[in-house]
């Protein structure tokens, strides 16, 4: 018995990693939940770098290319819109995209600050449009698990929160000076880039944070230039022309969560890094209360580490395998111990969105989240600056505590 079929016209800005990921996303979507009858058409993609565009067409399966992506929001056979350009681009096009009437599936941090996040979050509420954000580890099975052991109080009340999202992405001095390296292209370093995600995961699990303060630095001042769509943040040049690296390497921070959030007075730290050696993808959260604790690693996504009660007779963590009972797993694999990967967590995510867009249930973070994400992104910024505690709003979206 198959369900009525929902066709949605999908149009792609920017064809990079995340680009090619939105994309494989949807082409997987009806595979892995047929039940649901979206069938998502990749209409057209739009790139600067006409080698990209030939890529979205010739191999992801676009009808159309183009290089300006007002063409993509003008398509009157496109429904929904993946914006997964670099992140001086995301507050334009998040706003034309609503203001054209195109639901948005956005990548993270939505823009180079918050206002810009503000901007786009006023322009998806005047418009009614559907936002869905690439905060992706929050999809992993394990998280899944480790987010509803703390909401049905299997922990305790929680006492701390230890996040640690460590990449070596750049590690190497010789490492590309991408667009991630310009405040004008970038916003924020390594903050807007993998500490949003981590306050996210940590609001995800536990619930909003409240209040921070934080310190940053950058470690290599110089890098060699390369020219945008050309290859990716990986790449290490030797001999190139030398420029200026324009935002952090490094962030740590104390954080506050509101009350409520997993219980009263929980507090936290949240670390990161895009140049430490041997932490490719070191993305760690790590949840203690009074009666338990737990530990995830993206580097090891298919595993939850957990003790619960204080007193066992075998002490040390239980090693929890993702199964079909956690989260989505079972839409990917029919038994468990069999390792889910990251692209997969990018199809629950076009899942989570397209569902909300046909008229389901809102599950995925939204442009509510990406603007949390962002005020205390921002918040860091200036704790960073002048040395002070910030307070946070609590703006709502899908975290523990506002869901
Ligand atoms: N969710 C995640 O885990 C995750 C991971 C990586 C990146 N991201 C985010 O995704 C976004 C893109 O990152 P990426 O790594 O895919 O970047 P990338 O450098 O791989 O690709 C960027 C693409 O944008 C294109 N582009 C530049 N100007 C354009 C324009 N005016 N119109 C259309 N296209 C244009 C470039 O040619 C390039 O193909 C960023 O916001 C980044 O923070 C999220």
Redesign the pocket.
């Known amino acids: 018995m198959f369900p009525e079929i929902r066709n949605v016209g999908v149009g792609l800005?920017?064809?990079?990693?995340?680009?090619k990921l939105h994309a494989k996303a949807y082409t997987q979507l009806p595979l892995v939940y047929p039940e649901l009858g979206i069938r998502p058409r990749l209409v057209i993609a739009?790139?600067?770098?006409p080698g990209?565009i030939d890529y979205a067409k010739d191999v992801l399966g676009f009808a159309e290319g183009t290089t300006d992506?007002r063409e993509v929001l003008a398509h009157p056979e496109v429904d929904v819109v993946s914006i997964?350009?670099?992140?001086f681009?995301?507050a334009e096009i998040g706003i034309a995209a609503a203001k054209a009437g195109k639901h948005f599936w956005v990548?993270?941090?939505v823009g180079r600050g918050i206002e810009e996040t503000e901007a786009v979050r006023s322009a998806a509420i005047e418009a009614g449009v559907h936002s869905s954000i690439?905060?992706?580890y929050r999809h992993a099975p394990a998280v899944e698990h480790a987010r509803e052991l703390v909401a049905k109080g299997k922990l305790g009340r929680i006492t701390n929160v230890r996040a640690e999202f460590m990449a070596g992405y750049s590690a190497e001095p010789n490492g590309a000076l991408?667009?991630r390296f310009n405040r004008a292209l970038a916003g924020s370093g390594v903050l807007?880039?993998l500490f949003s995600?981590a306050a996210d995961l940590c609001q995800y699990v536990v619930g909003p944070i409240s209040a921070i303060t934080a310190l940053t630095s950058t470690i290599h001042t110089e890098r060699p230039k390369v020219a945008?769509?050309q290859s990716?943040?990986f790449a290490v040049i030797q001999g190139g022309e030398m420029g200026q690296v324009e935002n952090e390497d490094y962030a740590a921070a104390l954080v506050r969560f509101a009350a409520g959030a997993g219980g009263e007075g929980a507090v936290g730290t949240i670390e990161s890094s895009r140049v430490a050696v041997g932490r490719d993808c070191g993305y760690r959260i790590e949840v203690y209360g009074t009666e338990g604790s737990l530990k995830w690693d993206f580097e090891r996504m298919n595993e939850l580490q957990v003790v619960l009660g204080r007193k066992n007779d075998e002490q040390g963590y239980t090693t929890v395998i993702g199964s079909p009972r956690y989260g989505d797993y079972s839409r990917f694999q029919p038994g468990p111990g069999c390792a889910m990967g990251f692209d997969d967590l990018k199809v629950i995510e076009a899942k989570k969105f397209l569902v909300a867009v046909t008229g389901g249930e809102q599950l995925n973070s939204n442009i509510h989240d990406a603007a949390s994400a962002a005020a205390i992104v921002s918040a860091a910024e200036a704790s960073a600056a002048d040395g002070q505690w910030k307070m946070v709003p609590v703006l709502g979206g899908t975290t523990a505590a506002g869901a």
Do not use: Q
């Open positions: 800005i920017s064809v990079g990693w995340m680009g739009a790139d600067t770098e990209r992506y997964c350009a670099p992140n681009l995301h990548e993270k941090p690439g905060f992706n991408s667009w807007g880039d995600h945008m769509g990716t943040h």
